[in-house]
């Protein structure tokens, strides 16, 4: 039976500058425009919060958690940051970690490294595989732009594989003398 509730995204992302903020919100934006229930910390009311717990329910409850790769998530997720700087997204690399060590396969599949424009994949943390697993491009805020992020969120391959045709049917091949002599 097809799925009708949205799909539910968890958006981790680091505080690099206020241009990548506006960035993150822009996709997050465009992902909400275009049927995606979308979890992001810019969006919480603006009263005192747990962000370790929100964190924690966010990823637990959310169907992909997108990793919005920067110079800087990157070294704060693979433990090259101080333990007093981001301390918020130390909590979540950590948890993404534990995930990934419980249930490599399944969380794999739900935890998305996306490369917005002006970053490169080498911003992907190593612990997400940048070279030998899926990423996710976003070469700008239209469907054309986030189209391979759209389709593994919405489950929406890019071609659909046809119908098994006929078999043919092959005659079989007269048997030849090889000029091989049997021994006596």
């Not at 899926?134 to 391979?148: I, N």
Request: hydrophobic share 40%.
């Amino acid at each position: 039976m097809p799925r009708t509730d949205p799909v539910r995204v968890f958006v981790s992302y680091t505080h690099d500058s206020p241009e990548h903020r506006e960035h993150v919100l822009a996709l997050s934006d465009f992902l909400v425009r275009h049927g995606l229930d979308v979890t992001l910390d810019q969006w919480q009311p603006v009263a005192r919060q747990d962000w370790y717990t929100w964190a924690i329910a966010g990823i637990e409850t959310a169907d992909h958690v997108i990793v919005v790769a920067s110079a800087r998530y990157r070294e704060v997720a693979d433990g090259y940051a101080s333990a007093e700087s981001n301390r918020g997204l130390q909590s979540e690399a950590a948890l993404l970690r534990e995930k990934l060590h419980s249930d490599r396969p399944a969380w794999t599949r739900k935890i998305l490294p996306v490369v917005l424009p002006g970053h490169t994949p080498a911003e992907i943390p190593a612990f997400l595989q940048p070279q030998t697993a899926d990423h996710y491009l976003v070469t700008g805020f239209t469907v054309a732009g986030c189209e391979p992020l759209l389709r593994v969120l919405t489950g929406q391959a890019p071609y659909v594989k046809p119908a098994p045709g006929r078999v043919p049917v092959l005659p079989p091949r007269p048997i030849k003398p090889s000029g091989i002599h049997p021994r006596n």
